[in-house]
């Protein structure tokens, strides 16, 4: 009987170490391991259009996760943020350890005379001011990407050249006005437009059309730029990213200008889709 409890307490011990054994052999979890989240309508000013929404992937760190920030088109009159979703799953496919912000700004008011230039550019300064004091506890790296559309292209490209943050480290632009003083030409309509914007025609105020044209900023520190337009653009033609692109060749700043033939001031998904894997490939092959 003793021989028997003797041989039962001995396998019970067997059991129960090998039983701590594979407990303690198991994969500790990851607690550094952090989930996707979404931040939307964040404030970075208090005026109700300075907002921004903010997409953080899985897994981000300070080391491996890139932002790029996207600001909308709308001839500074209009658009939202909200523009930025259309290019979501398709920027999740190709920059997938990336995260993404999207702003508002203010937009100039026709009826009021509000907003006026540059408080659209004043809003973009505020949007890296609040990035950079954000970047450490969203766990993403001081690695941006700084991009728009028509409008927004302008915006991107104006805080790049102009308001120089080295963590800037290219810029993606669709159909962007690059020189107000040339695009005020370009029709009644645009030029109207402008005027009312900065305050008056180029001859009247030349130093705020220069002051608010990317290319009257550039010198060669300014960060690789990728950009697009439409040959068939009847709203911001394609002679203002001619202009750039002279003015990019006489800097040397790493760039690469795409005419995309056939499209006019907005392309298909199918020619976003393409496009974006060109700025794709043309970021990977600066870093």
């Not at 009247?204 to 950009?227: C, E, G, M, R, V």
């Amino acid at each position: 009987m003793n021989r028997n409890i003797y041989i039962l307490r001995s396998f019970g011990l067997i059991f129960f170490l090998s039983l701590a054994w594979a407990c303690s052999s198991d994969p500790e979890p990851n607690v550094d391991f952090l989930p996707a989240r979404e931040i939307l309508d964040q404030a970075y000013g208090t005026d109700v259009r300075q907002k921004m929404d903010i997409y953080l992937p899985a897994g981000r760190s300070r080391e491996n996760t890139p932002l790029l920030v996207y600001i909308h088109g709308g001839a500074w009159i209009d658009g939202d943020k909200s523009e930025f979703l259309q290019f979501k799953p398709v920027l999740e496919t190709l920059f997938p350890d990336y995260a993404f912000v999207s702003v508002n700004y203010r937009l100039f008011d026709f009826i009021s005379g509000n907003n006026k230039f540059p408080a659209q550019e004043a809003d973009i300064i505020s949007v890296f001011e609040y990035i950079n004091q954000n970047l450490e506890s969203w766990s993403v790296s001081d690695e941006i990407i700084i991009s728009g559309a028509s409008a927004g292209g302008h915006l991107a490209l104006q805080h790049a050249y102009r308001n120089d943050f080295s963590a800037i480290k290219a810029v993606v632009a669709f159909f962007p006005p690059t020189a107000l003083k040339e695009l005020h030409g370009f029709n009644t309509i645009t030029a109207l437009g402008l005027e009312s914007i900065l305050g008056g025609k180029p001859d009247q105020i030349p130093q705020a059309y220069l002051d608010s044209s990317p290319i009257s900023h550039l010198d060669s520190n300014d960060p690789p730029t990728i950009f697009f337009h439409g040959d068939i653009d009847t709203v911001v033609p394609i002679s203002q990213s001619e202009l750039l692109e002279e003015k990019l060749n006489s800097t040397g700043i790493i760039h690469q200008f795409t005419r995309v033939p056939n499209q006019g001031h907005g392309f298909t998904d199918e020619t976003y889709k393409n496009l974006l894997e060109e700025a794709k490939n043309f970021i990977s092959a600066i870093n």
